[in-house]
Every structure is written in structure tokens, then in C-alpha cells.
């Protein structure tokens, strides 16, 4: 069976930790940003991590 090829835009946007963590930024940071209150704009800067299915998928896209 042939290796997986990388996802080019998953390799861009997703970032693996030393310990095997897969973090990414959050979605809805782009525009329409004047109707979002400041503390969920604080909220939504940053990576954070991700879990469960979201981490496999991720994962998955990466070759890993």
C-alpha cells in the first residue's frame, strides 16, 4: 500500500507538539470581528487543542 501523501493546508494551519499533541487556531477569527465582544475574540486567539476525532482526522491529514 502507497504512503499518504501530506495535506498541504493541514500542514500550514496544524501544529504537533514534542508530546504528540495536535494544535490548531480556532475558526470565526477572520472578519465580521466588529460584532464579536472583545472577550470572545480573546477567546478565540491562540491555538488550542485538539481531542478526540478532531486530533485523528488531523492526524490522519498529516501522515502521521
Given at each position: 500500500?502507497?504512503?499518504?501523501?501530506?495535506?498541504s493546508?493541514?500542514?500550514?494551519?496544524?501544529?504537533?507538539?514534542?508530546?504528540?499533541?495536535?494544535?490548531?487556531?480556532?475558526?470565526?477569527?477572520?472578519?465580521?470581528?466588529?460584532?464579536?465582544?472583545?472577550?470572545?475574540?480573546?477567546?478565540?486567539?491562540?491555538?488550542?487543542?485538539?481531542?478526540?476525532t478532531?486530533?485523528?482526522?488531523?492526524?490522519k491529514?498529516?501522515?502521521?
Amino acid at each position: 500500500m502507497p504512503k499518504l501523501k501530506t495535506h498541504s493546508g493541514t500542514k500550514d494551519r496544524v501544529k504537533v507538539s514534542k508530546n504528540g499533541k495536535v494544535r490548531a487556531g480556532s475558526p470565526n477569527k477572520n472578519h465580521f470581528l466588529r460584532k464579536k465582544s472583545g472577550s470572545r475574540k480573546r477567546a478565540l486567539a491562540g491555538l488550542k487543542t485538539r481531542t478526540g476525532t478532531a486530533a485523528k482526522t488531523l492526524r490522519k491529514q498529516l501522515g502521521l
